[in-house]
C-alpha cells in the first residue's frame, strides 16, 4: 500500500468540475442486449390521462415524451432501453435502463457523471449540454482516470428514475405503443 | 515507477448499488474485460443481497425476525463482517457498534451461526459492509485473472495492480472536487460527518470534517474512519493492527 496526499488535501484549494463518461447511449444498449440485430427508436407520448396514472402510482412522469430504444433480433423484441437523467445536489447523472420483455429491469448503467459547482447544476444550459449526450462532451476528461472519495452520493435519485422508466415502459406496452 | 493514469487505458463502469454508485476499473482491451465487470458487479450484488437491512429476504433481516434465544446460520459474507465488527467493538470499548446503541451485546456471531441474545438489537452494517463489498469485488477480479483495476463504492475504494489513483474529495458544502491523494496497491474510504452528511449518527461522532483511512483492507478502511470519527484518535491502536493510516481534514 502507498498514499501520498496531495498538497491541497489539507488546505482549501479551489474546487474544480468532475466528469466521467462511461458509456455511450449505443453502447449500453448493445451491452444490455448483445444479441440485438437492430434498435428501432420509438417515441412514448404520454396524454394527461396517463400522465395521472402514473402520478397515482407514486411514478410522477415528468415528462410526456420518453425516447425508447426497441432491442430487436429478426424482427422480434427483445426488450427496451430508456435514457434518462437526473440531477442531485451537485451531480448530474445520466443512466440508462434496460428492460425485458417481462417488463422486469433487466440491467442499469450510469452512462456518465457530472460533479459541477453548487451554483451550475441549476442552470437549465449547464445540464441541457449533456442531453444525449456522453463519449465526447465539452467536459471529458479524457484519459484522467480520477475517482472521487467522499462522496457521500446517494442513488435515491436514480433508483426513482428507473421506477419511473418501469412504470411508463410498463404504460406504453399495455396501451401497444411498443409493439 | 508507476506513474498513473498513463501507464495504460481503462475500461470504467458504474452501477447504482449499496445505495450509490459503485465504479469498477479494467485495463482496457482485455479479453473478456465486460465480463471482469460483470463478475465485480456481480460480487457486490451477492453481499448487498445478504447484509442488506432494506432487503427483507436478506440475512440480515431475517436475523432481526427471530426471537431472542434464537440463532440461524449465516454465510461467509455475514460471517466475515459480522467477525470482523465483533472484534473491533471489543478492542475499542465498544465505540464501533453496529447495533448503534439498539443492544450491544444483543448478538453474537459463532463461524457461522448467528445468535440473537435481545429482542431490542438492531444491526446496521453501513459503517462497514461497503468496505466489505469492495473487497469482495476485488477479489472477484483477481480471482478471474485481473492484474489490475479498482472498485470505489461512493468513497469506500481499493486499487490494485500497477496503477496509481488518483483521488479527488468533493466538497459536500459548495460542489466541485479538490485533489485528495494518489493510491497504490490498497484501500481509501473517507466518510464526512457534520450537519447535512449522510451519516444520521453524526451527533455522536466527536469528529466533525472529514476522516480518510488507508488500510490495505477495504473492510479495515471503511470500519476504521467511524472509529476514528467516534473516538476523535486518529492514532488509534486499532489502525496499527490493521495496517492503516488515518487523517482528519
Not at chain 2, 437491512?53 to 432481526?64: I, M
Request: charged share 20%.
Amino acid at each position: 500500500m502507498r498514499i501520498v496526499l496531495a498538497a491541497s488535501a489539507l488546505a482549501l484549494a479551489p474546487a474544480s468540475a468532475f466528469a466521467v463518461d462511461y458509456l455511450s447511449a449505443e453502447q449500453a444498449a448493445k451491452l444490455m442486449f448483445p444479441d440485438a440485430d437492430r434498435f428501432e427508436s420509438r417515441e412514448v407520448t404520454l396524454d394527461a390521462a396517463q400522465m395521472q396514472t402514473l402520478a397515482a402510482q407514486g411514478v410522477p412522469a415528468r415528462s410526456a415524451r420518453w425516447p425508447v430504444r426497441v432491442a430487436q433480433r429478426a424482427g422480434a423484441t427483445l426488450g427496451f432501453v430508456v435514457v434518462d437523467n437526473v440531477v442531485g445536489k451537485f451531480e448530474l447523472i445520466t443512466y440508462a435502463v434496460g428492460i425485458g420483455t417481462d417488463g422486469a429491469v433487466k440491467q442499469v448503467e450510469i452512462l456518465s457523471y457530472r460533479e459541477s459547482h453548487g451554483h451550475e447544476i441549476r442552470l437549465p444550459a449547464w445540464r441541457k449540454q449533456f442531453v444525449g449526450k456522453t463519449a465526447g462532451s465539452p467536459l471529458h476528461v479524457g484519459d484522467d482516470i480520477a475517482n472521487i472519495s467522499g462522496a457521500t452520493l446517494s442513488c435515491t435519485h436514480v433508483t426513482d428514475g428507473v421506477k419511473r422508466i418501469v412504470a411508463v415502459v410498463d404504460l406504453a406496452r399495455r396501451n401497444g405503443a411498443l409493439g | 515507477m508507476i506513474t498513473s493514469a498513463a501507464y495504460r487505458h481503462w475500461t470504467r463502469r458504474a452501477r447504482p448499488l449499496l445505495g450509490t454508485l459503485v465504479e469498477v476499473g479494467v485495463p482496457a482491451g482485455i479479453t473478456d474485460g465486460e465480463a471482469l465487470v460483470r463478475a465485480a458487479f456481480a460480487a457486490i450484488a451477492d453481499v448487498q443481497a445478504c447484509l442488506s437491512r432494506f432487503d427483507a429476504d436478506s440475512e440480515l433481516s431475517r436475523f432481526h425476525a427471530l426471537a431472542p434465544g434464537q440463532s440461524m446460520p449465516v454465510g461467509m459474507h455475514a460471517a466475515t463482517v459480522l467477525q470482523a465488527a465483533q472484534q473491533l467493538h471489543d478492542a475499542s470499548d465498544g465505540l464501533f457498534d453496529v447495533s448503534l446503541g439498539s443492544a450491544p451485546r444483543g448478538w453474537r456471531c459463532d463461524g457461522h451461526r448467528l445468535h440473537k441474545l435481545d429482542a431490542a438489537v438492531r444491526l446496521d452494517l453501513g459503517g462497514i459492509a461497503k468496505g466489505y463489498a469492495v473487497d469482495s469485488a476485488v477479489a472477484a477480479l483477481q480471482s478471474a485473472g485481473c492484474d489490475s483495476g479498482w472498485v470505489n463504492a461512493g468513497g469506500d475504494l481499493r486499487v490494485f495492480g500497477e496503477v496509481a489513483l488518483p483521488l479527488s474529495l468533493r466538497d459536500e458544502a459548495a460542489g466541485g472536487v479538490r485533489p485528495l491523494a494518489t493510491l497504490h496497491d490498497g484501500a481509501l474510504a473517507t466518510s464526512h460527518f457534520g450537519a447535512g452528511s449522510r451519516s444520521h449518527a453524526h451527533a455522536r461522532h466527536a469528529v466533525r470534517a472529514h476522516v480518510s483511512v488507508a488500510a490495505p483492507q477495504c473492510l479495515w478502511a471503511d470500519a476504521l474512519t467511524k472509529l476514528v470519527a467516534i473516538s476523535g484518535d486518529p492514532h488509534h491502536p486499532e489502525l496499527d493492527r490493521h495496517g492503516a493510516r488515518a487523517w482528519t481534514h
